[in-house]
């Protein structure tokens, strides 16, 4: 079974960056695509970035774009959300999740929530003054 936590959340300034890890265990698989979400109280989960395990890409939608990065640690079992100019409608609460094996085609592109399997308990971000 795999279990993923997150890590890294805070409070935060406008303008701020900061760095969101996910920490699997119990991952021995290598065909799978890692998504974070983020999600406000009263509203759906939102995708913001995928990994692709096979072959390292990455997709983004929405306001993740040119913003936040994805990545995976060089031990494989721990993945980043690289989040940079940071404004109040970006506080959530940020989940990572993992799909094995990853959406396929084009589907990964989308980072569609349904398409995950397991997720973390999520992290919360608050960006305030």
């Known amino acids: 079974q795999v279990y993923l936590v997150e890590s890294g959340g805070g409070l935060v300034q406008p303008g701020d960056s900061l760095r969101l890890s996910c920490t699997a265990s119990?991952?021995?698989?290598?065909?799978?695509?890692i998504g974070w979400f983020r999600q406000v109280p009263g509203k759906e989960r939102e995708g913001l970035a995928a990994?692709?395990?096979?072959?390292?890409?990455?997709w983004y939608v929405g306001s993740a774009k040119g913003r936040f990065t994805i990545s995976r640690g060089t031990t494989k079992k721990t993945f980043f959300l690289q989040m940079a100019s940071l404004w109040p409608e970006d506080s959530a609460i940020y989940y990572c999740a993992i799909s094995i094996p990853p959406p396929r085609g084009l589907a990964i592109a989308t980072v569609f929530p349904g398409d995950y399997d397991i997720w973390g308990q999520g992290t919360q971000v608050t960006v305030s003054s």
């Open positions: 990994f692709d395990s096979n072959d390292g890409r990455s």
């Open positions: 119990g991952l021995i698989s290598d065909d799978y695509a």
